[in-house]
C-alpha cells in the first residue's frame, strides 16, 4: 500500500541579486510522529546540494533548508517554482521525502522506491549514471537540515554538489553520496556509508554491535571507535592499505567462496584475508578502488 502524504510546508521568497532567472527560498516541512511508528525506516534523498542531519529527542521529523531554482534559457517564473518541491509518501512502513521535479520519475515497487531524474543535457540515476537528454531547462538545489528522532531508522543521500552529514543517530544509519563526501558522528547500530569520488569518515558513540559496511572509489575512510572495540575486518583496495592503532590484533585464515558449474566445484579464495580485533563479532567491511582505510581508536 502506497500513501501519498500530504507536504506541510512555507516558502519565502528571496531573489538572487545579479540573475533575475535564479530564485532561492525558504523551505520548511514538518512531519508529525503520528504519521510514522518506532519501525519506520525514514529515506530523505536529495539530489543537488547537502543534507545534513542531527538526531535529538523529540518526536517528529523537521526538514528547514534553502531551494535554489535557476533557468538555463527563458524567464523563470513562478509556475517554474512551484513545479520543484519536497515531497513525502509512505510505503510498507518506509517513508520517503523526495525532490518533486519536471523530469523525475518516481516508481514504488513492494516498499521501494525508485527514483529516476531527467534535467536537461543530462540523465540522473540513483547510481549516478549520466547520458544525453534533453527534458527541462530548470535546474535546482536543494540544502538541506534536517532533525530527526535519534532512535529512528534512517537513510540519506545526494548526488552532487553537498555532503551527507549525520549525527546523533543511535539505531542505525545508512548514507549514500555520488561526488561529495560522508561524514558520521556519534554513530550506533548497523551503518552503512557508500560514495563514489569522496572521503568517509565516521565516529561511533560505542563500538557496533552489528554489521558495518564502507565503499568509496575515490577517497579515503577513517573510521573512529571507542577502545572496546571487538570486529571482524574485511578490507579491499586497489590502491591502498589498512592502517589501525588497535593492538589487540589477530590475522584470520583466507576466505573462500564456494562456486558449482559444469566443471565441478571451484573457490575463490580472497586477495586480503580478515584480521580479528578485539574478540572479534560483527563484521567491518571496508571496499575502496583508489584509497586507504584507517581504524583508530577514539581520544574522547
Known amino acids: ?46 539530489v543537488h546540494g547537502s543534507v545534513r542531519v542531527k538526531g535529538y529527542g523529540g518526536d517528529d521529523i523537521m526538514i528547514s533548508g534553502e531551494k535554489t531554482v535557476w533557468k538555463k534559457k527563458g524567464t523563470l517564473t513562478r ?26 520519475e518516481v516508481n514504488i515497487d513492494d516498499g521501494k522506491l525508485h527514483y529516476h531524474v531527467h534535467m536537461g543535457d543530462w540523465e540522473d540515476s540513483r547510481w549516478g ?11 535546482f538545489e536543494f540544502e538541506l537540515e534536517l532533525k530527526v528522532p535519534h532512535a529512528l531508522m534512517a537513510s540519506f543521500s545526494t548526488i552532487n554538489g553537498g555532503e551527507v552529514v549525520v549525527e546523533n543517530m543511535t539505531n542505525g544509519v545508512h548514507a549514500k553520496n555520488v561526488n561529495g563526501k560522508i561524514v558520521l558522528k556519534e554513530i550506533a547500530g548497523q551503518t552503512e556509508a557508500t560514495t563514489v569520488n569522496g572521503n568517509i569518515e565516521v565516529w561511533f ?9 564502507f565503499r568509496t572509489v575515490n577517497g579515503t575512510i577513517k573510521v573512529y571507535s571507542p577502545k572496546d572495540l571487538s570486529t571482524v575486518v574485511t578490507f579491499k583496495s586497489l590502491h591502498g592499505d589498512l592502517y589501525t592503532d588497535f593492538e589487540n590484533i589477530e590475522h584470520l585464515p583466507n576466505r573462500l567462496n564456494k562456486k558449482l558449474n559444469d566443471e ?10 580478515p584480521i580479528k580485533i578485539g574478540d572479534g563479532g560483527p563484521e567491518m567491511s571496508f571496499k575502496l578502488v583508489n584509497g586507504s582505510a584507517y581504524i583508530r581508536q577514539r581520544k574522547s
Open 1 to 46: 500500500m502506497v500513501l501519498l502524504l500530504g507536504v506541510i510546508s512555507t516558502t519565502v521568497v528571496a531573489q538572487s541579486s545579479g540573475n533575475p532567472n535564479k530564485v532561492t527560498e525558504d523551505i520548511e516541512m514538518k512531519i508529525s510522529a503520528q504519521e510514522f511508528n518506532k519501525q519506520t525506516l525514514f529515506h530523505m534523498k536529495n
Open 79 to 104: 509556475e517554474d517554482l512551484d513545479k520543484i518541491y519536497l515531497e513525502k509518501v509512505m510505503a510498507q512502513n518506509n517513508l520517503y521525502v523526495y525532490i518533486q521535479a519536471p523530469g523525475v
Open 129 to 139: 549514471k549520466w547520458e544525453d537528454k534533453k527534458k527541462s531547462d530548470l535546474r
Open 205 to 213: 558513540a560505542k563500538s557496533p554491535t552489528l554489521d558495518t559496511w
Open 264 to 273: 565441478g566445484t571451484r573457490y575463490k579464495i580472497h586477495k586480503t584475508a
